[in-house]
């Protein structure tokens, strides 16, 4: 986590958090806590933490104490000061007496590693010309060239605050380098592309049809031929995915042409009589040609369903469970035969057998279900569009131009209020929102002036005119909408701020038109998970108490007219999911489990005995009677449906949806998600934790949910109480010996010694048979009488909170390392083949996981990202479901380690005496400490794709000792972005975490230009050499 902003907030966070100060060490520790990183302060260049501390004293302000230790506070940062402003200037319909200032200290959820959306990527637009000055493309490249100004630095940062990672897929119509317009052979293109395709059957990339060609024929490809592909529909088919951005071309063979034998065929455009083909791939002599038109449809509708993708080897399952009737088994066999309705993409090579189905756009872009779909073929958000300057033209002579939702994955929001779920009123916070609102409202107080001198009242205000407004009570003048026009009052509607009001004619005024250019910040969002709810008085009060007048981070789901979101309230120590906490609203407190202290409970189920040494208790009740009676109808139900309406398609999390327990439904909610196919799961009525894929979940079916969601969870959290040992340092030979005795007993008993409301905890005396009465029966007498806690706990914390106290203090000693060389792994272990690389001087499309300075970065191949994305979800799924088992762990060798959840393939660079270990993760290039706990042998599965990450160095500038600043501006530049790298040298080495690439870097994500990373660098080191 090297971006700047997002380390200042973090710390922020962290400060505020703490308003008597913190040490520097705490600070440290409260920051692992919180990011699961070290304050990167090398990688922002600075040797020393309180040295980057002192460089951002608009985040950290510093004293000394009595004692002569310097304390850091959070000083008034800009944000804090800016959101406070925004809360304290909203108007509000509820006339409080005073504003409501809260949710200042919001903390940002950091960004995934990857998009969630797994799907192949399309190339890169590629640079024009080599940024070399003095090389080839030299004249082009004064045009090219950032100027920048003196002032370097800021310039610098509000360029880069346009981050834009779209990327520029090319089209039929942009030109692939020089010799536009030179005439060719069609006859020899023609040939060739045919070769092409019969090494890429299942389609490929137009943007990738130039790369291909030069390799294969080392000659450029015509550009006029590009143009020429969809004309050929003999040889290819030219067809546009799904995605949101409509000029993404596919590349296919010709349909109903399956002959490789044809040398002209340009003569035969329509080959009616061509014969079955022998080359493509063979199918059983009993598999008919083609699918009958009731199975394409069902196949279709589960694509629509899983528009991220879905794996063909979940295909007779799902179709089984959802149509109650086998596949066909040549589907699987010949998966060709879908070639019309889905894109097939194998991200295993080694396993042919795994392939994702990727559904394709129908040509009426009748895909409702689909995300991108919508994004560009809303008919909704067209008419919405019209109306809207419509209403512009009506009311005025000036249009309001439509607000557009911000580019970032998590905006921040105040939530203004809600009567309905479906239309939350909010506004967006930040740079061209809130900030620029407030900069409107200045200037109209000034225009209008609060004095003697103020303009004339609007003399006959319209209904529907947009007008100014001088709010009552406060001396502010804001934009508004009449509502209503009555005798001597006026019912208008703030239209940057989301409330009606009832005022005098006397303080309306006309609208210049200089305040129609910044669109209505006031906007709607529809809470995600909540629909049937909507107008439940139970939601809304929940809603009410939670979140309006609040400030919250807002995850957009769908970016639509009315997005669909999920909000979540950051200012705590652990994040509130707002869409969760008001569903819970709708539960029936007298269907929960009753639970008093001193009273014993016999027939108690233990459904969980956890790691920490947790357990999760099921007690007789009235709601577990009831959940149980309504899941068995759901069995039934199911059973007599034969549709694809309850596949869950759109995961989020705090989701309350089904999943199999032991063969039956079971209530589960979605606490994580891992990409778009794989999610972790809590079964809340028995306590565990599941990592699934999004394919066997299903939605509870609306005859159900009501009732269902009436029943509180009906898994008890408990811990053993009068045990020396806390929760958290037990040890797996304990966790062990309490599942075996109660896993599996049906009449376990329990007495309550105490209930801890701010854990959500009941600490409790544990039996396994009825004899409650008697204390030393009880399993928490036999744990403390034993010798399962006798040794060193220590190496058996896993928490979060331990990993977190160990970082600041200095390194323990390393065990000696393994008599292994020390720079290569165990020939015993098979290692995966090397990442490919383009000769040199071609471009390769990447992705900058890490960037410390441009001598030092960590590039990733961007077009098979999903390849990695996918990998790491079967590394989820595989070991999330695998026991611990002891395992004898080696420096320099590479294991599977759990770092956030997540499963990484790493490379052990030492193993300390306290029981965690210093890993180097292998496809993204960071440096993590992890609890030797979470280490697994990596099986051969995993060891088949290449390891993605690359070390890398950029070319073009001379090697030095980068400044603090020029690492920063290298970083803004790179860090987490796609970029076009063209390859200058590599330096192979026995190990491919060793090799290191020197490569140009190129931003193209400007269409009018091309941003040559080293130029940027050259000339930043010329001014500060200048500015010396």
């Known amino acids: 986590m090297a971006d700047v902003e997002l380390v200042k907030k973090m710390l922020r966070a962290v400060l505020q958090a703490n308003k008597s100060g913190v040490s520097l060490s705490r600070l440290q520790t409260e920051y692992k806590e919180l990011t699961g990183e070290q304050i990167p302060h090398k990688h922002m260049g600075h040797n020393q933490l309180d040295a980057l501390l002192a460089s951002m004293p608009s985040v950290v302000r510093m004293e000394r104490n009595r004692t002569g230790e310097m304390v850091y506070f959070a000083s008034g940062a800009n944000e804090t000061a800016h959101i406070a402003k925004v809360v304290a200037r909203q108007r509000s319909s509820k006339k409080t007496g005073r504003p409501h200032l809260v949710n ?30 003095g090389g080839r493309g030299g ?56 070769e092409i395709l019969g090494k890429y059957s299942n389609g490929f990339w137009v943007s990738k049809l130039p790369q291909i060609y030069r390799e294969l024929y080392k000659q450029e490809l015509p550009t006029e031929a590009i143009k020429d592909l969809e004309n050929w529909t003999h040889i290819c088919t030219v067809e546009k995915t799904c995605s949101s951005n409509p000029s993404e071309l596919l590349l296919y063979p010709a349909k109903e042409q399956n002959t490789t034998s044809s040398p002209s065929p340009i003569h035969n455009p329509n080959p009616t009589t061509s014969p ?16 009958s038109p009731d199975l394409k449809q069902k196949l279709e509708e589960l694509l629509v369903k899983y528009s991220n993708g879905l794996w063909a080897h979940a295909l007779p399952k799902l179709f089984q469970d959802t149509y109650k009737t086998k596949l066909p088994g040549h589907v699987l066999e010949n998966l060709d035969l879908l070639s019309d309705i889905c894109t097939i ?18 040509a009426g872009g009748g895909g409702g279900e689909d995300e991108n779909c919508n994004r560009r073929n809303s008919s909704t958000s067209e008419e919405e569009m019209r109306m809207r300057k419509e209403l512009g033209r009506r009311l005025s002579n000036h249009a309001v131009p439509s607000l557009q939702i911000p580019k970032e994955e998590y905006p921040s929001v105040l939530v203004v209020e809600a009567t309905n779920t479906n239309g939350v009123i909010l506004r967006y916070i930040g740079e061209g929102y809130s900030q620029a609102q407030e900069s409107m409202e200045d200037e109209m107080r000034e225009f209008y002036g609060l004095d003697q001198s103020s303009p004339t009242p609007l003399a006959s205000p319209a209904s529907g005119q947009l007008v100014a407004v001088r709010a009552e009570e406060e001396e502010e003048i804001l934009r508004a909408q009449v509502c209503e026009v009555m005798t001597d009052k006026v019912k208008v509607y703030y239209v940057d701020h989301g409330f009606s009001e009832v005022i005098s004619k006397t303080k309306v005024f006309e609208l210049h038109e200089k305040f129609f250019k910044l669109p209505f910040q006031a906007t709607k969002c529809k809470l995600a998970g909540l629909e049937p709810f909507c107008q439940e008085p139970a939601v809304l009060k929940k809603f009410e108490t939670m979140a309006s007048g609040r400030i919250l981070l807002a995850e957009i789901l769908e970016r639509r007219q009315t997005p669909l979101v999920v909000l979540y309230d950051t200012s705590q120590d652990d994040d509130v999911n707002i869409n969760a906490a008001c569903r819970k609203g709708l539960q029936d407190k007298t269907l929960a489990s009753p639970l008093q202290v001193n009273s014993a409970y016999m027939n108690v189920t233990v459904s969980s005995v956890c790691s920490d040494g947790t357990i999760y208790c099921q007690l007789p009740s009235r709601g577990l009677a009831k959940m149980n009676e309504i899941l068995e109808n759901i069995e039934t139900y199911f059973h007599s449906q034969v549709t694809s309406e309850f596949l869950v398609s759109r ?61 509180p969870p009906q898994a008890v959290k408990c811990c053993l109480a009068d045990l020396a040992v806390s929760i958290g340092s037990w040890n ?60 060193q706990p220590d190496v058996f914390l896993t928490s979060h909170r331990f990993l977190g106290g160990n970082t600041t203090s200095s390194s323990p000693p390393e065990t000696p390392s393994s008599p292994s060389s020390p720079s290569s792994p165990t020939s015993l272990l098979q290692l995966p083949p090397l990442l490919e690389l383009p000769p040199t001087g071609n471009n390769i499309d990447v992705y900058v996981s890490v960037a410390c300075h441009p001598g030092h970065f960590v590039l990733q191949p961007w077009r098979d990202m999903y390849k990695l994305v996918v990998l790491m979800g079967e590394m989820i799924l595989y070991y999330n479901k695998t026991e611990e088992k002891p395992l004898n762990i080696e420096k320099n060798q590479i294991y599977a380690a759990k770092v956030d959840n997540n499963w990484h393939r790493v490379l052990v660079k030492g193993v300390l005496t306290n029981g965690l270990v ?14 030797c706990t979470q280490l697994r042998a990596l099986i051969k599965e995993f060891r088949q794709l290449p390891f993605q990450g690359i070390t890398a160095q950029l070319a073009g500038v001379k090697p030095r000792q980068w400044s603090e ?58 001014e500060l050499t200048n500015e010396l």
């Open 965 to 1022: 600043e020029a690492s920063i501006v290298f970083r803004n530049h790179v860090e987490k972005k796609p970029l076009v790298a063209q390859l200058e040298a590599v330096q192979e080495a026995t190990n491919p975490w060793d090799r290191r690439l020197t490569v140009f870097l190129v931003d193209t994500s400007q269409e009018e230009r091309d941003i040559w990373v080293h130029d940027i660098m050259a000339e930043f080191a010329e």
């Open 104 to 133: 200042t200290q919001m903390r940002v959820k950091p960004a995934a590693p990857l998009v969630l959306n797994a799907k192949p990527q399309t190339s890169l637009r590629q640079p024009n010309h080599r940024g070399r000055g």
């Open 345 to 362: 993409d194998y991200p295993m090579p080694d396993n042919p057998k795994r392939a994702i189905l990727y559904r394709r756009c129908s």
């Open 276 to 291: 079955p083909s022998s080359s493509s791939s063979p199918s059983p002599p009993s598999s008919p040609a083609s699918l």
């Open 918 to 931: 210093s890993v180097y993760e292998l496809d993204y290039g960071r440096h993590e400490l992890v609890s």
């Open 732 to 791: 797996p030979d304990a966790v062990q010996w309490l599942r075996e005795k109660v896993l599996n007993t049906t009449d376990c008993s329990m007495k309550v010694a105490k209930v801890d409301e701010t854990k959500h905890c009941i600490y409790v005396h544990l039996f396994t048979d009825k004899n409650f009465h008697d204390s030393t029966r009880s399993l928490n007498h036999q744990m403390a009488q034993s010798d399962l806690f006798k040794q």
């Open 651 to 711: 995961p989020f999390c705090g989701k309350g949806c089904l999943a199999r327990y032991k063969g039956k439904w079971s209530r589960v909610e979605i606490t994580n998600l891992h990409g778009s196919r794989v999610l972790d799961i809590l079964f809340i009525d028995v306590g565990v934790q599941a990592s699934v894929e999004v394919i066997e979940l299903r939605e509870i079916p609306p005859p159900f949910l009501r009732d269902l969601m009436a029943i």
């Open 139 to 194: 004249a082009g490249l004064r045009e090219t060239r950032m100027t920048l100004p003196s002032r370097f630095q800021k310039e610098v940062h509000a360029h880069l605050s346009r981050n834009s990672q779209q990327t520029a897929p090319m089209n039929l119509n942009e030109s692939f380098g020089s010799g536009k317009g030179k005439p060719y052979n069609p006859q020899q293109v023609q040939g060739r592309i045919k």
